[in-house]
């Protein structure tokens, strides 16, 4: 069984920055894929970033884009999000994720973590 810990969430004052971490622990972890995806209060989960395991090609959610940065080591089975420029709207709880396979849907993930809170004030 997989298991994923999110850390590094907080309180950040908009502009700021912050760097989550995911942790991932399991026998033969060797995913297709990890993510963050986010979900604000009252509001549906919604992507953030990706990040292929084997080659590091990443992508991005437009409000992430130029902001994020997804970063990942293979070795530690951790995988990074850097966020700058911090907005209150990016205020969310962030999940960390990983998939097996590279088909499905963009929600389509296997593992799950409990999330790290980010509140990013005004």
């Known amino acids: 069984q997989v298991q994923l810990v999110e850390s590094g969430g907080g309180l950040v004052q908009a502009g700021g920055s912050l760097r989550l971490s995911c942790a991932a622990s399991?026998?033969?972890?060797?995913?297709?894929?990890m993510a963050w995806f986010r979900q604000a209060p009252g509001k549906e989960r919604e992507f953030v970033s990706s990040i292929v395991w084997s080659g590091g090609s990443a992508i991005y959610s437009d409000s992430a884009k130029g902001r994020f940065t997804v970063s990942r080591d293979n070795a530690k089975n951790t995988v990074w999000l850097q966020m700058n420029s911090l907005k209150p709207e990016d205020t969310a709880v962030y999940y960390c994720?990983?998939?097996?396979?590279?088909?499905?849907?963009?929600?389509?993930?296997?593992?799950w973590g409990q999330g790290t809170q980010v509140t990013v004030s005004s």
């Open positions: 994720a990983a998939r097996v396979s590279r088909w499905g849907g963009v929600y389509a993930y296997d593992y």
């Open positions: 399991g026998r033969a972890f060797s995913p297709y894929a």
